[in-house]
């Protein structure tokens, strides 16, 4: 037979190799599907007949069954003879015979399942054969074929038929402590068959068992209204009953461990000497009394608020959410509530939790949270398909965390476009950094898609909150009335004063609720003066004593290694005690509620249990533990290093250098997060403090590199600057600056960075001196030093040897000392050409023409390091380089800007590149006020000037008073927009800087005509001249050409404005439209309305097309007031789409496609297809390729109906 596949139960799908075939017209599904339900039986002619028509078939029906007979023939056997019968399809006397195998039929295979499940012995066999069973349902069968698929006779009976599975998988799992395992059919056979009282009863009786006592509760309650409300009945018999069980707490948990049969991919594999069993019959009572008391209650608002994310989610709207608090409060709890109710939407739920033990092995949180859809990674496409292999130790060089963060994205937007995800992230704070980062990475890219994130964290976590805080829910404990609540149900017979005790020493918190009435007497003392937190390790430690030696043992072992392997603990555990150690201490464990079951491994069923028992152990039993592990994981050398150095006591110089030498061999395959770690443990380890510092140092560049400002910081904390020599103290200064820039005292911090950097080039490490000395000369233009700290770094740079056309230099010598060298620069930034490999190169040159105005080589250089940046991922680099794009603004070049400012503003939170947010927030402040979006404007101006530095950062303070000043200008109020301006000028006000303040000089000078203070701007800008001299950039040129016109006398305007024209340099498109519009205006007021209005139209027309409405209004305003009437305005595409929008139609109509677009903008493709399709309807075109004439279009006029102008 050939390689196809049917399936019955949900959707009738035919399938060929992975292909699904298109069955065609529902009167041949109709047959297909009867004859699947009765595989292997004759479907007579008017059965089939009977199915398609019901009751009224037409005269040809016999006929149409042949025909579809014979389509259904040609499309599973397609080399099939005309008139041959075939291998499926048999011609029967009364009618038509499928004759299938159990391989190619889900129906048959279901069944078989079905027979292993009912005749084996072992319970645990049994739940795993009606599990597999059940999961082979993809829905109702034949579904799609409503209403037959509900109402025929054969439908129904495989109906009834899965029903009973489900019943009699169900009473498999409850008592071998499997509940968890059939919950999810329980919930879909429930789900198509509300009312069957049978099945609701033991969807209740799994939930309670799997410790969802709430859950449980709610869905009776809505059963029984069901009941009431549609049948006018209460709940029968089984139904009351479990009720009642549930009321009085007489259902087991599900704490016994599964059969390990699916082994995990888990730290070092290991035979197991001794196979964990299920729990037998006599563990029943003690896991009955570990169960918990009914959860989350007093958290209605909070279930309410999830719902909601759950809701748009499934609508195709994502949203990112992280719950936080203080141990013990619910938050566990909650992301298990969320995890069911997306399960019931039809969600993929795909979870994971951070571990202590964990945080320095790259990707591990990630790995665990992709292993249910880890199938799908192969059809991504090979780039993707390659970084998450490296992630995850599929190659020898680990890829860098970008690629990996890309690759996820489009994993999972691959896996939302199937179906709703949930990402359920729990203990935030003990994720690996990789992991935080890749996880942050999707979480800011959700909102395209039907993914919802939800974290959660302690508040106390020093390092878990994401660069970009998303909305946070904070879990307070629990008010009076829902702690006595809380504490009643679990604990109903508590003496009055010890049930007022716990509820006061509770302090609200649930966890305490639940477990402190099980350590009674040690709440009412020894423990009484300690934190909450420390109460409740108490309570745990103090259980431990009720379980054997061997099982204290093995929580011993399991909290310094708690994801390692059942077996490796269990022989570990064997080693340490002298004799074997069996599955019967797992059984002992869960029995005395210290420990559960995930899936096919055993967890602490809370944190503060794995720090009660590591705590409650003596240093001499913590060292064996894990020199037995260290020599147990030989096969895991960073798990091994791990454990050797935490069963070292003092230095030990050998361990030492073994872990440099796996930083070392980490770093050459990419896996720098690994090696970070290791130096940092490396560094405690040695006596010697040059050498400790050095090792420091080292770690914090690598942390440095891998963007953890948290992470360097505290390295750099533990070195001693004091014992480094020049190299190694310009080094430590260089990635200090990096990690946590400082603004206070700018002269004597830019003073010491020089003399390092001095001491670093007299050393031969140039490369070193060279970033230190660019570093210092940056800081020199953004905080505006004094003219000794200019000169004193610029004269550095002078003392060395030095090619005056390096980008290195031109960048100090433009930042230090602009009047001096400004001439030179700008000549020699013309002439240096650009290295498409090399980022740095080009942003060197970029941002030196851009702290001098000189706006198009600024432009054209960042331009390119933005690609080189783009290309390799570097996304802190790319919003350096995006954070000069304000010199667009005043080249004409709106839209660009407003796009770079906003993808740049994203990343640079996104990354904390903090300097470079200033420069993004002003200038999307900036565009903003241009384009007249007056309250996003000031909302940006809010934001920008609440930020802490940016007092500190004068480049800033002009920026926003220059927003604030428009603002006012183009609101009328001229004599405001003045004095707001003219602080710019004033070299003691703390909005000054003594070179961006020339960018203000047009405002100023038409504040200045408004408010009829011409005579002081003057004045404040008689140095211009001069300086224009000495820098001749296009930003003083401008200024100079454009303000010698406009505060010109009357009888010298006509001159001065015919000169500005000339003089203005050929970009500069937006101040060649205000002069247009200055003059013309003052033309209007002298008389001279004809000469007036062309100057007008074409300033009128430019705006227009550069989108800078408040200045196109203007224009307007000045002809009508000429008596021309202004009705028309051109079209511009930015108008209509957002700043992303207007990108991704460009490099769309450049002839990129989706996935090349989305690598360019770090968004997925099914993003960039989203957006193109709102794209073509709103400029009015049907397919890419008309999008090229659509957006050159956009400067072409348009008179839409009724416009006033």
Not at 120 to 135: E, I, K
Not at 633 to 638: A, F, I, R
Not at 1113 to 1138: C, I, K, M, T
Request: hydrophobic share 45%; aromatic share 4%; glycine share 8%.
């Amino acid at each position: 037979m050939t390689d196809v596949r049917f399936s019955i139960l949900g959707p009738v799908r035919l399938r060929r190799g992975a292909a699904d075939l298109d069955l065609g017209a529902r009167q041949q599904r109709v047959v297909l599907a009867m004859l699947l339900a009765r595989p292997g039986s004759v479907v007579s002619v008017s059965e089939l007949v009977d199915a398609i028509w019901d009751d009224d078939p037409p005269p040809s029906a016999v006929n149409v069954v042949h025909r579809c007979i014979g389509a259904l023939r040609r499309l599973i056997e397609p080399d099939l003879p005309v008139r041959a019968t075939g291998a499926y399809l048999i011609r029967q006397a009364a009618g038509y015979q499928l004759r299938v195998t159990e391989e190619s039929l889900d129906l048959l295979r279901f069944r078989r399942l079905l027979v292993g499940a009912r005749e084996t012995d072992d319970p645990g066999r049994a739940v795993r054969h009606y599990v597999d069973a059940l999961s082979l349902w993809q829905g109702r069968c034949a579904a799609g074929l409503e209403p037959i698929s509900h109402t025929h006779p054969t439908f129904v009976a495989l109906e009834a038929e899965r029903s009973h599975a489900v019943r009699d998988a169900a009473d498999a799992a409850l008592p071998a402590g499997q509940a968890r395992l059939v919950i999810p059919a329980l919930r879909q056979a429930a789900g198509h068959n509300p009312l069957d009282e049978a099945l609701q009863a033991r969807l209740l009786l799994a939930l309670a068992a799997d410790g969802r006592q709430a859950e449980a509760f709610d869905l009776f309650r809505g059963l029984r209204r069901r009941l009431r409300d549609e049948l006018g009945v209460s709940p029968g018999p089984e139904l009351r009953e479990t009720y009642d069980r549930l009321l009085h707490q007489r259902i087991a948990t599900t704490t016994a461990p599964p059969v390990p049969d699916r082994t995990r991919a888990d730290v070092g594999r290991a035979e197991d000497p001794a196979p964990v069993e299920p729990a037998r019959d006599a563990d029943r009572s003690r896991f009955a009394a570990a169960g918990a008391a009914p959860v989350l209650v007093g958290r209605d608002a909070e279930r309410d608020s999830l719902r909601r994310l759950l809701a748009e989610t499934a609508a195709g709207h994502g949203h990112t959410l992280l719950i936080h608090g203080p141990p013990g409060v619910g938050k566990s709890a909650l992301l298990r509530t969320v995890a069911a109710d997306a399960a019931d939407r039809g969600f993929a739920v795909l979870s994971t939790a951070g571990v202590e033990t964990e945080r320095w092995f790259p990707f591990a949180a990630l790995h665990l949270l992709l292993q249910p859809v880890a199938e799908h990674i192969e059809e991504l496409p090979e780039a993707h398909r390659s970084a998450l292999n490296g992630a995850f130790g599929g190659a020898e060089r680990q890829p860098d965390a970008y690629r990996v963060a890309f690759a996820v994205l489009e994993l999972l937007a691959d896996v939302a476009d199937r179906q709703p995800v949930l990402l359920r992230c729990d203990d935030l704070q003990w994720f690996d950094a990789s992991s935080r980062e890749v996880l942050s990475f999707v979480a800011r890219r959700t909102h395209d898609h039907p993914i919802l994130v939800v974290c959660a964290a302690r508040s106390d976590g020093a390092d878990w909150r994401p660069a970009l805080t998303p909305p946070e829910l904070r879990l307070e404990p629990l008010g009076r009335t829902a702690a006595a609540e809380l504490l009643d149900a679990g604990a109903p017979d508590l003496p009055p004063s010890v049930r007022e005790l716990i509820l006061e020493r509770s302090a609200g918190n649930p966890l305490a609720l639940v477990e402190l009435p099980k350590a009674v007497q040690e709440a009412h003392q020894g423990t009484a003066h300690l934190p909450l937190t420390q109460r409740l390790e108490a309570a745990f430690a103090a259980r431990t004593d009720e379980v054997s030696p061997a099982c204290r043992t093995f929580l011993l072992v399991m909290a310094a290694e708690p994801m390692a392997a059942p077996a490796r603990l269990l022989a570990v555990s064997g080693g340490l005690a002298g004799s074997a150690v069996t599955g019967d201490v797992l059984h002992e464990a869960v029995g005395a509620g210290l420990v559960t079951f995930v899936e096919d491994r055993p967890e602490f069923r809370h944190p503060l249990i794995r720090s009660a028992v590591y705590g409650r152990a003596t240093l001499t039993e913590r060292l064996a533990v894990h020199r037995a592990l260290a020599a147990a994981l030989g096969d895991v050398p960073e798990r091994q290093l791990a454990h050797l150095v935490a069963a070292t006591l003092g230095p030990d110089e050998q361990l030492a250098d073994r872990l440099e030498r796996f930083a070392d061999s980490s770093q050459a395959v990419g896996k720098v997060a690994a090696a970070v770690p290791a130096l940092s443990r490396a560094a405690g380890l040695v006596s010697d403090v040059r050498r400790r510092t050095r090792i420091l140092v080292r770690a914090a560049e690598l942390s440095s590199d891998l963007n953890d400002r948290h992470q360097t910081r505290m390295l750099l904390a533990r070195a001693d600057m004091s014992v480094l020599g020049p190299v190694e103290r310009a080094r430590l200064l260089l990635v200090s600056d990096n990690a946590a820039f400082e603004p206070d005292e700018p002269h004597r911090r830019i003073r010491d960075m020089v003399s390092s950097a001095a001491g670093a080039y007299d050393h031969g490490a140039r490369d070193v001196a060279e970033n230190l000395l660019w570093r210092a000369a940056a800081r020199c233009f953004f905080q505006d030093g004094d003219a000794r700290t200019r000169a004193g770094t610029g004269g550095e740079l002078d003392r060395w040897d030095t090619d005056p056309d390096s980008a290195h230099a031109l960048a100090v010598r433009a930042y230090t000392e602009p009047y001096r060298h400004g001439a030179e620069v700008v000549a020699r930034l013309g002439r240096v050409g650009p290295d498409p490999q090399d980022g740095l190169r080009p942003h060197f040159l970029g941002t030196a023409g851009m702290v001098l105005g000189d706006f198009t080589p600024a432009t054209r250089h960042l331009k390119q390091a933005a690609a080189v940046w783009r290309s390799q991922g570097r996304l802190g680099l790319l919003a350096r380089s995006l954070a000069g794009s304000w010199p667009r603004i005043f080249l004409g070049q709106l839209d660009q800007a407003r796009a770079d400012a906003e993808e740049g503003y994203l990343l640079a939170k996104e990354t904390g590149e903090t300097i470079a947010l200033l420069g993004l927030t002003a200038t999307a402040a900036l565009v903003a006020a241009l384009r007249g979006e007056t309250v996003a404007a000031a909302r940006l101006v809010a934001e920008l000037r609440a930020a802490d530095l940016f007092p500190h950062m004068p480049f800033a303070t002009v920026m926003a008073q220059q927003v604030d000043g428009l603002l006012a200008l183009f609101a009328g109020r001229a004599a405001e927009a003045y004095d707001l301006l003219a602080r710019v000028f004033d070299p003691v006000d703390q909005h000054h800087h003594s070179v961006s303040c020339w960018l203000v000089a047009p405002d100023l000078a038409d504040a200045a005509v408004a408010a009829g203070t011409v005579g002081a701007a003057r004045k404040l800008l008689a140095d211009l001249p001069e300086l224009a001299r000495l820098l001749p950039s296009e930003m003083m040129m401008t200024a100079q050409a454009y303000t010698s016109a406009v505060l010109a006398p009357d009888e010298e305007a006509e001159r001065h404005y015919r000169a500005a024209l000339v003089a203005l340099p050929a970009g500069c498109r937006l101040a060649r439209a205000r002069l247009c519009l200055s003059h013309g205006r003052r033309l209007r007021g002298q008389g001279r309305r004809l000469e007036a209005r062309d100057l007008l139209r074409t300033a009128r027309d430019e705006f227009d097309r550069l989108g800078a409405l408040p200045w196109a209004a203007a224009a307007r305003e000045q002809l009508r007031a000429s008596g021309e009437a202004s009705d028309h305005r051109y079209a511009n595409v930015s108008q209509r789409l957002s700043a992303q929008e207007l990108q991704v139609a460009t490099l769309a109509a450049r002839g990129l496609s989706d996935r090349e677009i989305a690598e360019r903008l770090f968004i997925s493709h099914r993003t960039v297809g989203s957006q193109l399709d709102h794209i073509y309807p709103r400029l009015g075109v049907t397919g890419r390729d008309q999008l090229a004439a659509a957006l050159a279009a956009g400067d072409e006029a348009s008179a839409p109906p009724g416009s006033a102008g």
